[in-house]
Structures are given as structure tokens and as C-alpha cells.
Nanobody, 124 residues
């Protein structure tokens, strides 16, 4: 059983940066793909980024590619989402999730473990 706790959200002006963290416990962290998702008000939860267990493979949604970077530290059992050049449309609750499978996925339903979410608000 994996427990995930996000932190690092907040209020930032457009063009600013934030770094989200996702601390994991209760499992072998390197066995899991780690994904980041977000849900804006009135919207479905959408894929943001994912990173393989060894950190060697990463995928991003088109909307964040070139602005966001996903990384992980398998010693500290923590995943990160560095968000630069933030836009008001990036405003959402951001969630990290874990998937124990050799294949990645962009579908929320294929991630078995979720954090509680952290609010990111980007003002214009």
C-alpha cells in the first residue's frame, strides 16, 4: 500500500514558477511510474506528466511540454513537478499518482494510488 502526500502548491502570478513535491511511503518507490494530473473547476481530471520508475522515461501533455519538468529522487522517495512560465489556465488542483506496471499510462483510472491534491492558482 502506497501513501502519497503532495506539497508546494500556492498562489503565483502568471509567468512565475512553482515546484510541487510528492512524498511516497509504504512501497518500493522505484517500482512505480509516478504521474501528475490536475483538475480545474468544472473540468475532468487531466494528465500532466509521468515518469518511469528509474526516471529514464518521461511524458508530458502538449499543454505543459516545454514549461513543466517531472523528476524523481528514488533515495528520498519523492517525485517533483517543476512548473515554469505558469499561465492562468494552469490553475487547478494538482495530484500525484502511482502506477505499478511496466507500461505507462495517461489515464487516471490506471493509477492505483493517489495523493490528496494541492491547489495551484495562477493570477493574471
Amino acid at each position: 500500500q502506497v501513501q502519497l502526500v503532495e506539497s508546494g502548491g500556492g498562489l503565483v502570478q502568471a509567468g512565475g514558477s512553482l515546484r510541487l513535491s510528492c512524498a511516497a511511503s509504504g512501497g518500493t518507490f522505484s517500482n512505480y511510474w509516478m504521474g501528475w494530473f490536475r483538475r480545474a473547476p468544472g473540468q475532468e481530471r487531466e494528465f500532466v506528466a509521468t515518469i518511469a520508475g528509474n526516471g529514464g522515461i518521461r511524458y508530458y501533455s502538449d499543454s505543459v511540454k516545454g514549461r513543466f519538468t517531472v523528476t524523481r529522487d528514488n533515495v528520498k522517495n519523492t517525485a517533483f513537478l517543476q512548473m515554469n512560465s505558469l499561465k492562468p489556465e494552469d490553475t487547478a488542483v494538482y495530484y500525484c499518482a502511482a502506477r505499478q506496471n511496466w507500461m505507462t499510462s495517461r489515464l487516471p483510472r490506471e493509477y492505483g494510488y493517489w495523493g490528496q491534491g494541492t491547489q495551484v492558482t495562477v493570477s493574471s
